[in-house]
């Protein structure tokens, strides 16, 4: 079974210039997350979706990010204008979203993508 | 979901059993603890959960105290390639919660 990829590896950008990574999850989980993790942190949920709607983008800086997940496959996350503190890994997830504490519940992680602002 | 708390960092020989510790003193009845760890560059990835028994699988065994105030994950044999970072993470049940991580502790196997 084939994992979650996700494209670029690294980017390196400006401050104030825009970047978008890409995702494509685990053939059939319905669920797809994007994590940010800064470096000496444990990841953090920026969106959660559910097919093709999100279901909490709570924790997403709106005014810079946006992430949409067309036809609830793919994904991709956009940032513009770029920050210097938005330099962090970028990881995507999915979940086949099942029963509750089952193995359907377990999230596999792709490998990132660092980004880097200058 | 319950917070977490886990020591900084641990060492452990090569070829021995790695005992990693978790405290969720706050832990409700229908909260599961999982196990991740971060190998370096590397997306995190899943080892192990359980609700109130132990658990074990290829990877390693879960041992959840009887008041499920705490829990130690065990690596039986550690290696040199689980050094890594090991989060504790305590979720409510519920279909695709998002999993909320904390620091995690870093494991590093010593040859």
């Known amino acids: 079974e084939a994992g979650v990829a996700q494209s670029p590896r690294y980017k390196i950008i400006e401050k104030r210039q825009s970047v978008a990574f890409w995702c494509n999850p685990i053939?059939?989980?319905?669920?797809l997350y994007w994590y940010q993790q800064i470096l000496g942190q444990g990841p953090k949920l920026l969106i959660q979706f559910q097919n093709n709607g999100v279901v909490d983008d709570s924790q997403l800086p709106k005014d810079r990010f946006s992430a949409e997940r067309l036809k609830g496959v793919d994904s991709t996350l956009k940032i513009q204008p770029a920050k210097l503190e938005d330099s962090a890994v970028y990881l995507c997830?999915?979940?086949?979203?099942?029963?509750?504490?089952?193995?359907?519940?377990?999230?596999?992680f792709g490998p990132g993508t660092r980004l880097l602002v200058l | 979901d319950a917070k977490t708390t886990q020591p900084t960092s641990m060492d452990c020989a090569e070829g021995r059993a790695a005992n990693l510790p978790c405290n969720h003193s706050?832990?409700?009845?229908?909260?599961?603890v999982y196990w991740y760890r971060q190998i370096h560059s590397q997306g995190p990835q899943y080892i192990i959960h359980?609700?109130?028994n132990n658990e074990t699988n290829e990877m390693a065994s879960l041992i959840i105290t009887e008041d499920r105030k705490s829990s130690t994950l065990i690596l039986p044999h550690a290696t040199l390639r689980d050094t890594a970072v090991y989060y504790c993470?305590?979720?409510?049940?519920?279909?695709?919660?998002?999993?909320?991580f904390g620091s995690g502790t870093q494991l590093t196997v010593l040859p």
């Open positions: 053939s059939g989980h319905a669920t």
């Open positions: 997830a999915s979940s086949p979203s099942g029963v509750a504490g089952g193995p359907q519940e377990t999230q596999y």
């Open positions: 706050t832990i409700s009845g229908n909260e599961y």
């Open positions: 359980g609700l109130k």
């Open positions: 993470i305590v979720r409510r049940s519920g279909s695709a919660r998002q999993l909320t």
